[in-house]
């Protein structure tokens, strides 16, 4: 008794590369929502006595992924065949890397329970997309009247392999993963990581490691189509295999089919199992020299990633590690708060504001960040305002209301709103409050004279000065100026007692 | 009258494109019933070109180089429309929806394409009895086969159909029937010449080059086709000379000439071997010098070296021929039952030969022990290449070891009839240019022809000394009846 499992996950994530034009030939690769096979040409439909001719961005931007993840970059890098036949690959073989991937050797830290955990990545290659089936059955089968389609839009469409070491030990730690991935590849503009559309695919392998000494076969999960999937998925094949192990039953090393309606894998044996793809080098592409100068100004032009931004806005500027994270997930969402940051706001209201308010502006109106009319100058300026006591967090979320909606700035926004520049100097205030007071005497003289318990009386004249001056100044501010004017009735009365 | 003497009777309005195709039209539908040489005729649009080609020039413009001169193009070079067979059944049907590289860069410069060449089946074959359009004759003596694979090419310009017609040569596909058919043929270097639009066999082996029954012809028609373009990756991007510059004052003075000794033992025919030696002695008595060389590896690893690594090519780029969307399909209640009746029946015999052995080089546990190897003999026959041509120029070598055979000789004989081709591979898996020359008859009226070989992208050498034993051994006329 008392077997225990250590589970072992190793994921091959598949990106969809943002170019505009495919692999090898000049067809659109935007095939969302296009007529099946309008974006095809004799290239990608396989037609006889064609050629590919690569596409130089994808190479750059599988090297812009590949340099971000600390992979070493293979100087001369090659294409092979992987050949099998299905009526999605028009040509019977893909176009794929094998012995000299484009990258390998890189690294990703994730964070998991707040620790930082690095995994290693194996390698990186490029190859091209095939089309897609529909069948009119659902086992495929080309029997009576029954037929497929196939739609070659997608057909030679960009792809990056990522192909992670076997070093995730739960779900949590591969959904955290896919996320750290798909973030990077956002970031860098490599691939939009949409996981609905296709553009971010992944394939998890699983085993089981026993506290016996054995070690359960390695079993590929496909199908993997959200990162829900993902999740239940692996949870439901760690358990199986944890099950088979316990009775003392070897596991099958095979492929099985994530079925996301019944919520299990099962076998698919035949398609991929019984193949030997028959790798050998493309012969109609040369080989890809890449230049050391090349692989140096793209590092240099590489930008900050997100987990380094994430440890610099926790460590400059004291975020907590969710808040951190939050501004850091989006590139367009950081780039508003270091600026913010930048033109003088204090970080941690910053931090606050935006994650709150700038991305509330963001949800209702449907627009970029980066598109509000509210810029990182204007959200510093109001910042500042609050943060010296001249608005109350109210009134300057009315004045940033009016200058998201109307497009103007601060000064403009405050007099549109009825508050004055520079909000109510303590003169000012104190005056106001004095005339409340005047206006409710018995109320006054029960807070004056210390006779308010659990000071109610004051709460409701606070009330009343802060609905008088429309939240133009902090509570804080009303307050002081409370004291100011009590301390000054206590000293005119000790005056008068002597 | 050869391609140039024809544009230029064109252009001076001697005689008009229209009469050129009519006479060409004609010839072709006599001969047809005994040679077989054109799988698909394209007389209507050969016409109706030919008219266009009469209307620039009444209308004082220039209509090519090309500006109607009959051109026939091996029956695996796309053209938009048109049937592409490849000579297979498997292809019955599929009209291409784009022009090969070579057929816009032929049209571009006024050649009227008046007919597809048969072939053997994917130009697998070295005799064009592997065709499912039926084989073709030799016109020199149509009890023999013309060689092959292009072997509807070779005979076109030797019966006089065309003065010019583009094959594609593999392992001597261009070479040998030249040879065959007493005509020049040129296998550019690997890279000279476009493939975009060529049905591929096996891609780092296929080079498109012409035939033709003059030197000045063959450099005519290499200055149209050889391009730089980007649609074929392995093809140079670098200029290209004028070929028909680089063989107006043809000369070999002072250049050596690397002879293999034990290529010209052994087993090659002796009127073959005679053919070498006397072109041998003319070069020399032209004022070059004749220099051993030695291609052992060549000689011994090349006919097994290339039947791995083309077949395992092949096998590859002839996998997208599975009847799911053009061409021929045998209808089946399942996916994998369809692929392998249609499959099965769409292809010939020799066809499924290479496929399986390729398939089986390529395969998992054999790939090291077949295809690795065969890669690095490949490398071998390049490096010795390259030590010969520290000692010569040019070699000179058969083009085959066989005058051409008989039809049905060696139809069931697969070994013997690659060995047909055991001087030309070599050239292919080296990427080198060759020329297969004209240099006679011999005794009872078969063609002889002899093989030079440069360096990579010495193309122009090659003409070169074409020119300089054409100058000497004269042009070959047309089979039957000579001339006109």
């Given at each position: 008794?008392?077997?225990?499992?250590?589970?072992?996950?190793?994921?091959?994530?598949?990106?969809?590369?943002?170019?505009?034009?495919?692999?090898?030939?000049?067809?659109?690769?935007?095939?969302?929502?296009?007529?099946?096979?309008?974006?095809?040409?004799?290239?990608?439909?396989?037609?006889?006595?064609?050629?590919?001719?690569?596409?130089?961005?994808?190479?750059?931007?599988?090297?812009?992924?590949?340099?971000?993840?600390?992979?070493?970059?293979?100087?001369?890098?090659?294409?092979?065949?992987?050949?099998?036949?299905?009526?999605?690959?028009?040509?019977?073989?893909?176009?794929?890397?094998?012995?000299?991937?484009?990258?390998?050797?890189?690294?990703?830290?994730?964070?998991?329970?707040?620790?930082?955990?690095?995994?290693?990545?194996?390698?990186?290659?490029?190859?091209?997309?095939?089309?897609?089936?529909?069948?009119?059955?659902?086992?495929?089968?080309?029997?009576?009247?029954?037929?497929?389609?196939?739609?070659?839009?997608?057909?030679?469409?960009?792809?990056?392999?990522?192909?992670?070491?076997?070093?995730?030990?739960?779900?949590?730690?591969?959904?955290?993963?896919?996320?750290?991935?798909?973030?990077?590849?956002?970031?860098?503009?490599?691939?939009?990581?949409?996981?609905?559309?296709?553009?971010?695919?992944?394939?998890?392998?699983?085993?089981?490691?026993?506290?016996?000494?054995?070690?359960?076969?390695?079993?590929?999960?496909?199908?993997?189509?959200?990162?829900?999937?993902?999740?239940?998925?692996?949870?439901?094949?760690?358990?199986?295999?944890?099950?088979?192990?316990?009775?003392?039953?070897?596991?099958?090393?095979?492929?099985?089919?994530?079925?996301?309606?019944?919520?299990?894998?099962?076998?698919?044996?035949?398609?991929?199992?019984?193949?030997?793809?028959?790798?050998?080098?493309?012969?109609?592409?040369?080989?890809?020299?890449?230049?050391?100068?090349?692989?140096?100004?793209?590092?240099?032009?590489?930008?900050?990633?997100?987990?380094?931004?994430?440890?610099?806005?926790?460590?400059?500027?004291?975020?907590?590690?969710?808040?951190?994270?939050?501004?850091?997930?989006?590139?367009?969402?950081?780039?508003?708060?270091?600026?913010?940051?930048?033109?003088g706001a204090e970080p941690l209201l910053a931090a606050n504001w935006i994650r709150t308010e700038i991305l509330r502006l963001v949800n209702e109106n449907e627009v970029k960040v980066l598109d509000l009319s509210v810029k990182p100058e204007h959200l510093s300026a109001l910042l500042n305002k609050v943060r010296g006591g001249d608005l109350s967090n109210t009134a300057a979320k009315d004045v940033l209301g009016v200058m998201a909606k109307e497009g103007i700035g601060l000064s403009d926004a405050m007099k549109k709103a009825g508050v004055r520049e520079g909000g109510f100097s303590t003169d000012a205030l104190?005056?106001?409050?004095?005339?409340?007071?005047?206006?409710?005497?018995?109320?006054?003289?029960?807070?004056?004279?210390?006779?308010?318990?659990?000071?109610?009386?004051?709460?409701?004249?606070?009330?009343?000065?802060?609905?008088?001056?429309?939240?133009?100044?902090?509570?804080?501010?009303?307050?002081?100026?409370?004291?100011?004017?009590?301390?000054?009735?206590?000293?005119?009365?000790?005056?008068?007692?002597? | 009258?050869?391609?140039?003497?024809?544009?230029?009777?064109?252009?001076?309005?001697?005689?008009?494109?229209?009469?050129?195709?009519?006479?060409?039209?004609?010839?072709?539908?006599?001969?047809?019933?005994?040679?077989?040489?054109?799988?698909?005729?394209?007389?209507?649009?050969?016409?109706?070109?030919?008219?266009?080609?009469?209307?620039?020039?009444?209308?004082?413009?220039?209509?090519?180089?090309?500006?109607?001169?009959?051109?026939?193009?091996?029956?695996?070079?796309?053209?938009?429309?048109?049937?592409?067979?490849?000579?297979?059944?498997?292809?019955?049907?599929?009209?291409?929806?784009?022009?090969?590289?070579?057929?816009?860069?032929?049209?571009?410069?006024?050649?009227?394409?008046?007919?597809?060449?048969?072939?053997?089946?994917?130009?697998?074959?070295?005799?064009?009895?592997?065709s499912a359009y039926g084989p073709t004759s030799n016109p020199r003596d149509t009890g023999r086969v013309p060689g092959g694979s292009s072997g509807g090419s070779a005979a076109s310009v030797a019966a006089g159909y065309v003065p010019i017609a583009l094959g594609s040569d593999t392992g001597g596909s261009i070479r040998q029937p030249a040879a065959f058919c007493g005509v020049h043929g040129l296998k550019p270097t690997y890279g000279l010449v476009s493939r975009w639009g060529l049905v591929a066999f096996a891609s780092s082996l296929d080079q498109i080059g012409p035939f033709a029954r003059s030197i000045s012809?063959?450099?005519?028609?290499?200055?149209?086709?050889?391009?730089?373009?980007?649609?074929?990756?392995?093809?140079?991007?670098?200029?290209?000379?004028?070929?028909?510059?680089?063989?107006?004052?043809?000369?070999?003075?002072?250049?050596?000439?690397?002879?293999?000794?034990?290529?010209?033992?052994?087993?090659?025919?002796?009127?073959?071997?005679?053919?070498?030696?006397?072109?041998?002695?003319?070069?020399?008595?032209?004022?070059?010098?004749?220099?051993?060389?030695?291609?052992?590896?060549?000689?011994?690893?090349?006919?097994?070296?290339?039947?791995?690594?083309?077949?395992?090519?092949?096998?590859?780029?002839?996998?997208?021929?599975?009847?799911?969307?053009?061409?021929?399909?045998?209808?089946?209640?399942?996916?994998?039952?369809?692929?392998?009746?249609?499959?099965?029946?769409?292809?010939?015999?020799?066809?499924?030969?290479?496929?399986?052995?390729?398939?089986?080089?390529?395969?998992?546990?054999?790939?090291?022990?077949?295809?690795?190897?065969?890669?690095?003999?490949?490398?071998?026959?390049?490096?010795?290449?390259?030590?010969?041509?520290?000692?010569?120029?040019?070699?000179?070598?058969?083009?085959?070891?066989?005058?051409?055979?008989?039809?049905?000789?060696?139809?069931?004989?697969?070994?013997?009839?690659?060995?047909?081709?055991?001087?030309?591979?070599?050239?292919?898996?080296?990427?080198?240019?060759?020329?297969?020359?004209?240099?006679?008859?011999?005794?009872?009226?078969?063609?002889?022809?002899?093989?030079?070989?440069?360096?990579?992208?010495?193309?122009?050498?090659?003409?070169?000394?074409?020119?300089?034993?054409?100058?000497?051994?004269?042009?070959?006329?047309?089979?039957?009846?000579?001339?006109?």
């Amino acid at each position: 008794m008392g077997l225990e499992f250590e589970t072992v996950i190793g994921l091959e994530v598949h990106v969809q590369l943002a170019t505009r034009s495919k692999l090898f030939c000049p067809c659109s690769t935007d095939y969302i929502g296009a007529e099946p096979n309008s974006n095809v040409c004799p290239l990608c439909l396989g037609l006889p006595g064609t050629l590919p001719s690569l596409n130089r961005k994808a190479i750059d931007l599988g090297l812009r992924a590949a340099l971000a993840l600390k992979c070493s970059i293979n100087r001369k890098t090659r294409f092979h065949r992987k050949n099998y036949f299905y009526p999605d690959l028009p040509k019977a073989f893909q176009i794929s890397q094998y012995d000299v991937p484009l990258a390998v050797s890189g690294s990703m830290p994730i964070t998991i329970d707040g620790r930082v955990k690095n995994i290693g990545i194996t390698r990186l290659h490029l190859e091209e997309d095939a089309g897609k089936l529909v069948h009119s059955t659902s086992d495929g089968r080309l029997s009576g009247a029954m037929f497929s389609l196939v739609d070659y839009n997608r057909s030679g469409v960009p792809l990056a392999e990522i192909v992670s070491e076997p070093e995730l030990s739960s779900s949590e730690e591969a959904r955290e993963y896919v996320i750290s991935l798909r973030r990077l590849v956002r970031y860098l503009g490599v691939s939009d990581g949409d996981m609905e559309s296709g553009s971010l695919r992944v394939d998890a392998n699983v085993s089981q490691k026993c506290s016996d000494g054995r070690w359960g076969n390695r079993v590929e999960i496909k199908n993997l189509n959200s990162l829900k999937a993902l999740e239940r998925a692996l949870e439901f094949e760690i358990s199986r295999q944890r099950d088979l192990l316990g009775k003392g039953v070897e596991i099958i090393q095979e492929t099985r089919h994530w079925d996301d309606g019944a919520g299990v894998t099962r076998s698919s044996r035949g398609k991929e199992e019984a193949h030997d793809y028959r790798y050998f080098p493309e012969p109609d592409l040369p080989a890809i020299r890449i230049q050391s100068a090349e692989v140096d100004r793209m590092a240099g032009a590489l930008p900050e990633l997100p987990w380094e931004k994430r440890e610099r806005y926790a460590k400059e500027w004291g975020l907590n590690l969710p808040d951190a994270s939050s501004l850091s997930d989006n590139p367009d969402v950081a780039e508003f708060f270091e600026k913010t940051v930048a033109s003088g706001a204090e970080p941690l209201l910053a931090a606050n504001w935006i994650r709150t308010e700038i991305l509330r502006l963001v949800n209702e109106n449907e627009v970029k960040v980066l598109d509000l009319s509210v810029k990182p100058e204007h959200l510093s300026a109001l910042l500042n305002k609050v943060r010296g006591g001249d608005l109350s967090n109210t009134a300057a979320k009315d004045v940033l209301g009016v200058m998201a909606k109307e497009g103007i700035g601060l000064s403009d926004a405050m007099k549109k709103a009825g508050v004055r520049e520079g909000g109510f100097s303590t003169d000012a205030l104190e005056e106001v409050v004095r005339a409340i007071l005047e206006a409710n005497p018995s109320e006054a003289d029960l807070v004056l004279g210390k006779k308010d318990p659990g000071d109610k009386k004051r709460k409701f004249l606070t009330g009343l000065v802060m609905r008088e001056i429309r939240g133009q100044a902090s509570p804080d501010a009303v307050a002081a100026a409370f004291e100011g004017i009590l301390e000054s009735r206590e000293d005119m009365g000790n005056a008068h007692s002597h | 009258m050869d391609a140039a003497r024809i544009a230029s009777g064109i252009r001076e309005a001697e005689f008009s494109a229209r009469e050129v195709i009519q006479s060409s039209i004609s010839r072709i539908r006599s001969l047809e019933p005994t040679l077989n040489a054109i799988i698909t005729p394209l007389f209507e649009e050969a016409l109706s070109r030919a008219d266009r080609v009469d209307r620039i020039i009444s209308e004082g413009g220039n209509p090519g180089p090309l500006g109607g001169v009959p051109v026939v193009v091996k029956d695996n070079m796309c053209m938009k429309g048109i049937p592409t067979t490849c000579g297979s059944r498997i292809l019955e049907g599929w009209k291409p929806p784009y022009d090969a590289s070579v057929v816009s860069s032929l049209e571009e410069a006024g050649a009227v394409i008046i007919g597809k060449s048969n072939m053997d089946e994917f130009a697998m074959g070295s005799s064009t009895e592997h065709s499912a359009y039926g084989p073709t004759s030799n016109p020199r003596d149509t009890g023999r086969v013309p060689g092959g694979s292009s072997g509807g090419s070779a005979a076109s310009v030797a019966a006089g159909y065309v003065p010019i017609a583009l094959g594609s040569d593999t392992g001597g596909s261009i070479r040998q029937p030249a040879a065959f058919c007493g005509v020049h043929g040129l296998k550019p270097t690997y890279g000279l010449v476009s493939r975009w639009g060529l049905v591929a066999f096996a891609s780092s082996l296929d080079q498109i080059g012409p035939f033709a029954r003059s030197i000045s012809d063959m450099a005519l028609v290499l200055d149209v086709i050889s391009n730089n373009d980007p649609r074929d990756s392995t093809c140079s991007s670098s200029e290209r000379p004028s070929f028909s510059d680089c063989i107006k004052d043809p000369s070999v003075r002072g250049k050596k000439v690397g002879i293999v000794r034990e290529f010209i033992g052994g087993s090659l025919d002796p009127s073959l071997k005679g053919a070498i030696e006397k072109t041998a002695s003319m070069l020399e008595a032209s004022g070059a010098e004749i220099v051993d060389v030695a291609l052992p590896m060549s000689g011994e690893y090349g006919l097994p070296c290339y039947y791995i690594i083309a077949p395992a090519e092949a096998s590859s780029n002839l996998s997208r021929f599975d009847g799911v969307r053009y061409g021929m399909r045998a209808e089946a209640s399942d996916l994998i039952t369809q692929y392998i009746k249609t499959r099965g029946s769409g292809f010939g015999e020799e066809v499924q030969r290479r496929i399986l052995t390729g398939t089986f080089a390529l395969s998992s546990g054999y790939y090291d022990a077949y295809y690795l190897l065969a890669l690095k003999v490949r490398r071998l026959i390049c490096s010795e290449f390259a030590r010969a041509f520290e000692r010569a120029d040019v070699i000179l070598m058969p083009a085959s070891p066989t005058l051409p055979f008989r039809k049905g000789e060696l139809v069931d004989d697969p070994i013997s009839m690659y060995m047909s081709d055991v001087f030309t591979l070599p050239v292919n898996l080296a990427g080198l240019p060759g020329i297969t020359v004209f240099t006679g008859f011999e005794g009872s009226g078969l063609p002889l022809g002899v093989q030079l070989v440069a360096p990579r992208f010495q193309d122009s050498r090659l003409l070169e000394f074409a020119g300089v034993i054409e100058s000497w051994a004269g042009r070959p006329g047309i089979s039957p009846g000579g001339d006109k």
